[in-house]
């Protein structure tokens, strides 16, 4: 099985730096997804990382320590539009279709 | 490109009642997936296809059935209604091959049973 934690919330000032972390445990693990959803809409795809590391796009970076279980997704120069909630999904190895796991979320407000 | 659609956008249901929510993709994915979200119980895998004829159980598949006839469209039945599959449900897919896998998500089913 798989287990997922992050925040349920942040708050965090426009044009502040936030990080929201993501730990999970896993079965097998084959990479892990960020996604954000704003209220009422679907999700979108934000970031992927299968490699340690740190991916970067843009104002969005993710970071990923396969040996610790953990992810962070670091939102650089926050804009009111930030203010989503920001989903860790993880991908199994077995049982194919790429099928994720996702955390809860965590809903990030953006404040003046 | 229309990408993931879904039909339709909000339904209410009075329990005992069937319905089938219908998912298009025009992207050619090979997978396709519904889930369902509830208020912190975050997104949940219901049932998934990896082909055109093909069909898996996910997390939650109890109370729902699928059919997949076409590669662009997977549907989602509900033969008789309760009170706790109301939610809001999300159709997804993604290639079989690529670089990330990444899966697209449609604008969702906002159904309450009553």
């Known amino acids: 099985g798989q287990n997922i934690d992050q925040p349920t919330e942040m708050t965090a000032t426009e044009g502040a730096i936030v990080q929201i972390n993501c730990t999970y445990q896993t079965s097998g693990f084959n990479g892990l997804f960020w996604y954000q959803q704003h209220a009422g809409e679907a999700p979108t795809f934000l970031s992927y990382n299968v490699l340690d590391g740190l991916e970067e796009k843009g104002r969005f970076s993710s970071f990923l320590s396969r040996s610790k279980g953990y992810s962070y997704l670091l939102l650089k120069e926050l804009q009111m539009k930030d203010s989503a909630s920001y989903l860790c999904?993880?991908?199994?190895?077995?049982?194919?279709?790429?099928?994720?796991?996702f955390g809860t979320g965590t809903q990030l407000k953006v404040e003046l | 490109n229309a990408g993931v659609t879904q039909t339709p956008k909000f339904r209410v249901l009075k329990t005992g009642q069937s319905m089938t929510l219908l998912c298009a993709q025009d992207m050619n994915h090979e997978y396709m997936y519904w889930y369902r979200q509830d208020p912190g119980m975050g997104l949940r895998l219901i049932h998934y296809?990896?082909?055109?004829?093909?069909?898996a159980k996910g997390e939650v598949p109890d109370g729902y059935n699928v059919s997949r006839l076409k590669k662009q469209n997977f549907l989602l039945g509900l033969e008789s209604a309760a009170p706790s599959q109301t939610s809001v449900y999300f159709c997804?897919?993604?290639?079989?091959?690529?670089?990330?896998?990444?899966?697209?998500f449609g604008p969702g089913t906002r159904l309450t049973v009553t």
């Open positions: 997804a897919s993604s290639p079989s091959q690529g670089s990330s896998y990444e899966q697209y």
């Open positions: 296809s990896v082909g055109e004829g093909t069909t």
């Open positions: 999904a993880v991908k199994a190895v077995t049982g194919g279709g790429n099928k994720l796991t």
